[in-house]
């Protein structure tokens, strides 16, 4: 080959291993000398240019230290604006005109409100818990606060709050955990997604993440150089995804599948048969699992099911917990990642790179709301109540749906139009109709079909106001006259 100026980066099979693997060999002097001693070893290789080599910066003078200190009259732009990284756009950073869907909701919102101030808003598009945490809770929490010996750093968590999280897991599913190794806290099971790739993905590693979901590990997987290939949740395939039909090459370059069951927002919720398949395939392709189970105490057509409950799950990866949902612990910022030792280890170690521990008084806290599951339970009851009133409605107004798997979200076909001739070209057409014209919030997906999510966390303080809601959302919606 040719050597021209630049970063180069090796991408390498052996005969041993048949997974591409990017070895970075730096700018072209040294790339030559490096490619040709391992050489010897690849079974295939390619050898990429990426890129023209860094040029150091100058020395700052007067003259360039005056034009740093003094912006650009004539432009609007800080003197920082060309030092963003491509990750987040480069010096286009913060100049994009494109409108975000929830932002595009809080404009609708805003304007249905400004049209009819005396209407209310029949909100269907909060994903949050509404009530707050449990009474119990709040008060291990107020005494916790007092105590001088949990006011500093918790860094990787304190063993209340790991040993209740392997003792949940034991008596929901079955699945033991040594809580010293297998249990790592983390603030939110937010930071967890971000935090994951950080362990596996090399530039051009793949994240395998189905759609719809929830994106943070792939963005995060696109920020170290990956890529991510989704895998799509459709009906036909009762929101599975078809891991039959994955390309070999991607299988090659996937270093993580990123599952979430129950799922958000489908509701669909995984089946043992679906989660052998994965172990299986994890084993075969030689990737690692990572389940997101922010909603597995929401389930409702069964017991829930953990990933790790799978014989040999424990050896291909990892679950994440959260204490939002399940708990009415939103705000609080608490969850764990428990499953294989050394992917917890690595995901600690990142970690403590990363934050140094969610405040001890929560951890305690969010450990005796772990330790008691009559918490969890009342309140899937309660979702599942309002889930049960919600379909009876949507059906009568000619949704297809029924009470999902789990979760507290109902995801429904869009409908395509209304009796009176406006038509949808999308979900997000069918939500900005229904909130500006009858003050019905929802929320589209249209990453696979087009759906709107119904959340049932909608704010009502008793049973008799969930019905009133009820009956307004009927009326409204009678009166869209939706078609399909
Ligand atoms: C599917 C899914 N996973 C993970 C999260 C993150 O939850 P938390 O960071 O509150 O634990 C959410 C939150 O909306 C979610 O819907």
């Known amino acids: 080959m040719t ?217 995060h997987t696109r920020y170290y150089g990956g890529e991510v290939f989704k895998l799509p949740l459709l009906a036909e395939n009762n929101f599975l995804p078809d891991l039959d039909a994955v390309p070999d090459d991607i299988y090659r370059r996937t270093k993580l599948l990123v599952l979430n069951y129950p799922n958000s927002p489908t509701g669909k919720t995984a089946t043992p048969e679906f989660y052998e398949k994965v172990v299986a395939l994890a084993k075969e392709k030689q990737f690692v699992v990572v389940q997101d189970a922010a909603h597995i105490l929401l389930s409702f057509d069964g017991k829930p099911l953990s990933f790790l409950q799978t014989p040999g799950a424990m050896d291909v990866g990892v679950e994440v917990h959260s204490m939002s949902k399940g708990y009415d612990m939103i705000g609080w910022r608490m969850g764990f990642v428990c499953g294989h030792p050394r992917i917890v280890s690595a995901f600690s170690d990142i970690k403590d790179n990363s934050d140094s521990g969610q405040f001890i008084a929560t951890q305690k806290a969010a450990a005796a709301a772990l330790n008691d599951d009559s918490i969890p339970e009342r ?13 009876a409605v949507l059906k009568e107004c000619g949704f297809e749906c029924e009470v999902p798997g789990g979760t507290y979200f109902l995801y429904a076909k869009s409908p395509t139009g209304t009796k009176s001739g406006e038509t949808f070209a999308a979900g997000e057409d069918a939500t900005r109709h229904l909130i500006e014209q009858f003050g019905i919030v929802t929320v589209p997906w249209d990453d696979a079909g087009a759906f709107l999510r119904f959340s049932v966390t909608y704010v009502a303080a008793t049973e008799a106001d969930e019905d009133a809601l009820m009956d307004e959302t009927k009326k409204r919606l009678g009166d869209a006259g939706l078609v399909w």
């Not at 209340?160 to 034991?170: G, L, N, T, W």
């Not at 309140?379 to 379909?391: A, E, F, Q, T």
């Open 3 to 219: 050597w021209t100026r630049g970063v180069y980066s090796l991408k390498a099979k052996t005969e041993s291993n048949d997974k591409w693997r990017r070895h970075d060999l730096g700018p072209w002097i040294v790339a030559a000398p490096r490619l040709k001693s391992l050489h010897p070893c690849p079974a295939r290789m390619i050898v990429h240019n990426r890129g023209p080599t860094i040029q150091p910066k100058p020395p700052l003078n007067d003259s360039a230290m005056s034009a740093v200190t003094k912006p650009d009259s004539t432009s609007a732009d800080p003197y920082f604006q060309s030092l963003f990284a491509d990750r987040i756009g480069g010096a286009g950073y913060g100049k994009g005109t494109e409108i975000y869907k929830f932002e595009k909701i809080k404009r609708a919102k805003r304007k249905a409100l400004a049209d009819h101030p005396d209407r209310q808003l029949l909100d269907f598009g909060i994903g949050e818990n509404d009530s707050m945490a449990d009474a119990k809770v709040r008060q291990v929490m107020a005494a916790e606060i007092d105590k001088p010996e949990n006011r500093g750093y918790a860094d990787n968590g304190v063993i209340e709050y790991k040993q209740a999280a392997a003792d949940f897991m034991k008596r929901n599913f079955g699945v033991e955990l040594d809580p010293a190794t297998q249990v790592n806290h983390c603030i939110g099971s937010k930071p967890a997604y971000a935090m994951l790739p950080a362990a596996f993905i090399n530039p051009g590693d793949i994240t395998m993440m189905t759609v719809p979901g929830y994106p943070v590990a792939g963005t």
């Open 379 to 391: 309140i899937r009851s309660k979702y599942l109540r309002r889930m049960n009133k919600l379909v």
